[in-house]
């Protein structure tokens, strides 16, 4: 039965939350096993995560925010607790639903691009706008990212930060419900991250797509409409910006 996705399953409503609650995490917690070495990567997390916000995860590095990020993408599994997508459990889903998850609600960035080096930036969108019901046109996508005068440009033809918005046009080609990015701009300078950034912001104003943005530069939490700070596998801190600031206005 595909938990994940089909209107069918049994829906695992979870109590308290509001409408609009996308991911509901439980007590999770991930444990790490090396030969007799045990990692706790994550103790104990509760947190919620709604529609069309702009979250910023933030914490020093090893405090478990590429872990929980994972998780909440489908790409690793808790040890403990629980994960809700829309209210159905996630944690209960096998390989291939979270497959289908991945593919149809997911969108990832990286701090690598990840690009094909021998297509245009317009052919690597293209390649995932060709496997999806609803895609964006890759020459929209670019447009959304600042990259409409890119369309015929190699990645080898294109700064850092360009590639990096070649990413996340592809990531959202599909457009999907959620983005997760796990330090987006952590190659690249001040200037080319604040134009990775502002691509993030214009994203999900105008498309509303939920996202979550891994640093640990205490200064990109200024543009997000809620802060989790993460340390030592746990959230300490969750807090409401109360005005964001664009990236432009951000300094580091
Ligand atoms: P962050 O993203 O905040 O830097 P991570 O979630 O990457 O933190 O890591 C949290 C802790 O879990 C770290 O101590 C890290 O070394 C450990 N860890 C992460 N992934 C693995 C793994 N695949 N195997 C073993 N330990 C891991």
């Known amino acids: 039965m595909d938990r994940v996705s089909s209107s069918t399953a049994q829906p695992f409503l979870t109590p308290e939350t509001p409408p609009g609650t996308v991911f509901c995490v439980r007590n999770v917690s991930k444990v790490y096993r090396m030969g007799e070495v045990e990692v706790r990567a994550l103790s104990s997390v509760d947190l919620e995560l709604y529609e069309k916000e702009l979250v910023v995860l933030l914490g020093p590095s090893g405090s478990g925010k590429s872990t929980l990020l994972n998780i909440l993408g489908g790409l690793d599994i808790p040890s403990a607790g629980q994960v809700f997508f829309r209210g159905r459990e996630l944690t209960f ?21 990840n690009l094909i080096p021998s297509l245009t930036a317009k052919e690597n969108v293209a390649l995932v706008t060709e496997i999806v019901r609803r895609p964006i046109r890759p ?39 959620v ?16 134009l990775v950034l502002e691509a993030l912001a214009q994203v999900n104003r105008e ?46």
Not at 93 to 113: C, K, N, P, S
Not at 148 to 166: A, I, K, M, T
Not at 209 to 226: K, L, Y
Not at 229 to 236: F, H, L, P
């Open 93 to 113: 889903a096998g390989d291939a639903e979270l497959t289908r998850f991945r593919r149809d609600r997911i969108g990832f960035i990286f701090q690598f691009y």
């Open 139 to 177: 020459e929209a996508a670019l447009e959304l990212v600042g990259l409409g005068d890119r369309l015929d440009h190699f990645p080898s033809q294109l700064s850092g930060g360009e590639q990096q918005r070649v990413a996340i046009a592809r990531a959202i080609a599909k457009r999907p419900e």
């Open 179 to 194: 983005l997760l990015c796990d330090e987006p701009t952590g190659a690249l300078d001040y200037s080319t991250g604040k």
């Open 207 to 252: 498309l509303g797509t939920m996202t979550a943005v891994i640093t640990h530069n205490a200064a990109i939490a200024g543009m997000a409409d809620r802060v989790v700070t993460m340390r030592s596998g746990e959230i300490v801190r969750v807090e409401q910006n109360r005005r964001k600031l664009t990236p432009a206005e951000l300094e580091w």
